[in-house]
């Protein structure tokens, strides 16, 4: 059987790279439902993977999301703010269909798995209608650390990023690139609207709020710390974080301290990490990639591999990933296709129909 999806947030940055590469692996469905805010209904936008009746793809023309919109959903990928994961989520749940949420609503959620399947996709068995993916961020270090912890156990982690203004979304990219074009043609740069000062030519050592109950880490640091620790089924890691925004398009960047139970070789970490789905690791410390290098790639990259001579069994290096994609709509697709070989989203259904 073939879902019926819809996309909750389509006219977005992740929206847009949804359709991508939902037709790049052609995604199963028979059916595709664009969906986003009543300002956006009616615009038209081009799928071209294959659809029931339409093997070449189609042009689709976005809904208001809506319960009517939504009635007729199998999966529902949902890129948009908390409020709106909040609002559909439950109603989607209590008629037996699966949403697939990019925002933090629900990331931690003791009954809501969140889930990187090459890390852990076990998870998604005991689903209840809600999965969670990770933060960009929280994606390309999980998916590192995992590999390196069957090395040895993991005792600590301290991760400094370099966050992509695509994270905030599409108008603060729009907001650098009129920026950058007023500093090249000597004109008054534009004020800021999406950042609290000018992102370009800049850096912000600020991602989202700060949390006045957690000594004033940012909630994008704290979740980075909380997201990390659920995804390696490891409550207790201590862990700190600084995310910084810096003026790039496309690309999440961290530098990473990795502190272990015993010492560790480089070359035994190489190894785990070239064993690791998804993951492309640099062996060579001297060599490495930037986001220029891996934007539009699906693969998260290691490199600059080398000890913390500073810290017991320490380890030091430089990872990243491409937010849009493997950081949200390409990890949201890959959970959708591990639910569908598992049978975990018509099975679902059935138990919610019988249990109604």
Same mark, same amino acid.
């Given at each position: ?60 023309? *976005? ?48 009954? *809501? ?188 990259? *290691? ?54």
């Amino acid at each position: 059987m073939e879902p019926t999806v819809a996309v909750i947030g389509a006219t977005g940055a992740v929206g847009d790279v949804f359709l991508k590469i939902a037709a790049e692996r052609k995604l199963p469905m028979k059916k595709l439902k664009l969906l986003a805010s009543a300002r956006s209904k009616g615009k038209v936008l081009r799928y071209d993977g294959p659809l029931e009746g339409a093997p070449d793809g189609s042009d689709i023309v *976005v809904e208001e999301t809506t319960e009517e919109a939504l009635a007729d959903a199998d999966i529902v990928f949902c890129s948009a703010s908390s409020e709106v994961s909040k609002q559909w989520g439950p109603w989607l749940k209590e008629r037996g269909k699966v949403m697939i949420d990019d925002g933090s609503a629900f990331r931690m959620d003791p009954t *809501v798995p969140l889930v990187i399947p090459e890390v852990n996709g076990d998870d998604l068995e005991w689903h209840e209608g809600i999965v969670s993916i990770p933060n960009c961020t929280t994606t390309p270090l999980a998916m590192a650390l995992h590999a390196m912890r069957s090395v040895a156990p993991l005792t600590r982690v301290i991760a400094s990023t370099y966050q992509a203004v695509s994270g905030t979304g599409a108008a603060a990219v729009a907001e650098l690139n009129a920026q950058v074009e007023a500093i090249g043609k000597g004109q008054p740069v534009p004020a800021p609207e999406q950042y609290p000062v000018q992102i370009a030519g800049n850096v912000l050592p600020h991602v989202d709020t700060f949390d006045a109950e957690e000594d004033y880490y940012t909630k994008e640091e704290l979740k980075m710390r909380n997201e990390t620790r659920k995804l390696l089924h490891l409550d207790a890691l201590p862990f700190a974080a600084t995310c910084v925004r810096v003026p790039v398009a496309v690309g999440h960047a961290e530098v990473v301290h990795a502190e272990f139970e015993r010492p560790v070789e480089i070359a035994d970490l190489v190894a785990a990490l070239q064993a690791q789905a998804g993951v492309e690791v640099i062996a060579d410390p001297t060599k490495y990639v930037t986001p220029l290098d891996i934007a539009g790639d699906d693969r998260a990259f *290691v490199a600059r591999l080398r000890p913390d001579r500073t810290a017991k069994n320490g380890v030091t290096f430089w990872c990243l990933t491409d937010n849009l994609r493997k950081g949200a709509a390409l990890n949201a697709i890959q959970i959708a296709e591990e639910m569908l070989k598992r049978d975990l989203v018509f099975n679902y259904a059935k138990a919610a129909k019988a249990k109604a």
